[in-house]
């Protein structure tokens, strides 16, 4: 089995460096994502397929600490595949360790929670990159935006939307770790003036905090410009850096600064959306390049192994095929009827088997459905289709009678479904990429399920006069 996991990349909206020595931060998760494929094999040592050495550094780190912990002698191979350009800070080997533990987890079902893969992967990182407050590992676990202090002492999601920013690379590929350094010399030799500015970006941090929560964003893009001036004091900005941020505020941002590090990287603007051509141009015309990202973005998640490109029939209402579509396309068409297959199994005592649907499934992951079910493919009888999802999703072959055809209207799709049933005792042998239990339920308790049950499921027990 293959599991399939992302996590996003991050921008720090505020409180850049003050988050190392314990003040707060602000960061947004972005839909760059990193993702990474995890299998187990039967070699001796751990595979690891990575575009990026930096990258494998921090997989092979969390794939050594995962086994210790779970004491796992099995060998796994990871493949990883990246959204976004390495060159740009936007976090890569942070999202890379979270969705390594992800995937392990899931692999290997540990059942670790998303606090416990954050302090998993903050370790990891740690133990790697020697710096680091943790902010990203937060936003690849939870996304969204978030209110973070160092080492995840607090992480509080905050309620916004995807924030109007502009992102700006200075093409200079900033060193983090060196300038996290620099800024711990100045720390050592002037710790008083240091506390002094750092404060000064908390009460900004702060400040920005509130205004995010009710959508002020000419308040809030003032306070990103007053970070900025703190963060040139602490001589982390770069004149290209400097540059960006003046010609932004310049053609009518509501305020700009650099984000990370600092060194190069990038820089960030809030922006109205009469202002935003007038922004990006002017990045572009101080030799920036803009790097198109939505934030706010989703954490670390379940990427669907389901193929999008497989390809469905599609028929008219008197099941006439008119066309082929793929699974993307059908999925996301009501006009594009597809044909498909549902089985009902039922044992002598008369029970029915219910299924539990894999969490990697596209649609309805978790829910219970019929005992089989799936999408007629080309060339295929219906017949044909519903014998070889009984046998590829639970091991089962057995007769099958046909009951009824009929279409079903959902929300973003439309089916042809041909229902048959069949007599079954067991043993089952689970496909566990698709089906995560079977279990036989009394005919009475199918109605218990109702809250669980996947569309089909319902329109199929409706019809056997079930529920
Ligand atoms: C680097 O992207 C941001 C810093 O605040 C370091 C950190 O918080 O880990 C400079």
Request: proline residues 3%; neutral net charge; contains cysteine.
């Amino acid at each position: 089995m293959t599991i399939k996991i992302s996590a996003p990349g991050k921008l720090l909206l505020l409180g850049d460096h003050a988050v190392v020595y314990d003040y707060p931060c602000i960061v947004t998760a972005v839909d760059k994502r990193l993702y990474v494929e995890a299998e187990i094999t039967d070699k001796k040592e751990d595979e690891i397929i990575s575009p990026q050495v930096k990258e494998s550094r921090f997989v092979l780190e969390s794939i050594a600490h995962f086994k210790e912990k779970f004491k796992i002698n099995k060998s796994v191979r990871i493949t990883t595949k990246g959204d976004f350009s390495h060159s740009v800070g936007l976090g890569s080997s942070s999202a890379v360790t979270v969705a390594t533990y992800k995937a392990l987890n899931e692999l290997f079902r540990t059942d670790l929670t998303n606090k416990q893969i954050f302090d998993l992967s903050y370790q990891v990182n740690l133990e790697v990159q020697g710096v680091g407050s943790g902010f990203d590992i937060a936003a690849a676990t939870y996304g969204g935006t978030l209110y973070f202090l160092t080492g995840g002492k607090k992480i509080e999601s905050l309620p916004t939307e995807n924030l109007p920013l502009v992102v700006g690379y200075s093409g200079i590929k900033a060193d983090t770790p060196f300038y996290v350094r620099k800024v711990a010399e100045a720390f050592r030799t002037k710790k008083d003036a240091m506390h002094r500015l750092f404060s000064q970006i908390a009460t900004l941090v702060e400040s920005a905090k509130k205004e995010i929560s009710q959508k002020n964003y000419s308040k809030l893009g003032k306070l990103m410009t007053q970070n900025h001036r703190l963060l040139q004091e602490l001589g982390v900005s770069t004149p290209k850096l400097d540059e960006m941020v003046d010609v932004t505020i310049k053609a009518g941002a509501y305020g700009a600064k650099l984000s990370g590090a600092g060194g190069g990287d990038c820089m960030i603007a809030l922006v109205s959306p009469e202002k935003r051509k007038a922004v990006e141009q002017a990045i572009v015309n101080a030799g920036g390049e803009v790097i198109v990202v939505d934030n706010h973005a989703e954490g670390v998640r379940i990427e669907t192994t389901d193929d999008q490109n497989e390809i469905f029939v599609v028929v008219d209402h008197d099941n006439n095929i008119i066309n082929y579509n793929t699974r993307y396309e059908c999925h996301h068409d009501k006009n594009l009827i597809h044909r498909a297959t549902g089985v009902v199994l039922f044992n002598q005592k008369g029970e029915v088997l219910l299924q539990k649907r894999s969490r990697f499934k596209d649609k309805h992951p978790n829910l219970y459905t019929i005992s089989a079910s799936g999408h007629v493919g080309k060339g295929e009888t219906a017949l044909e289709c519903a014998k070889r999802e009984l046998f590829e999703e639970i091991g089962v072959r057995t007769e099958l009678k046909f009951l009824k055809q009929f279409i079903a209207e959902r929300s973003t799709e439309t089916e042809m479904d041909f229902l048959y049933t069949g007599k079954y005792e067991g043993p089952f042998k689970i496909n566990e990429t698709e089906v995560e239990e079977v279990r036989f339920v009394p005919k009475n308790e199918i109605r218990n399920y109702l809250p669980k049950l996947a569309p089909l499921a319902v329109e199929s027990f409706k019809r056997l006069n079930l529920i």
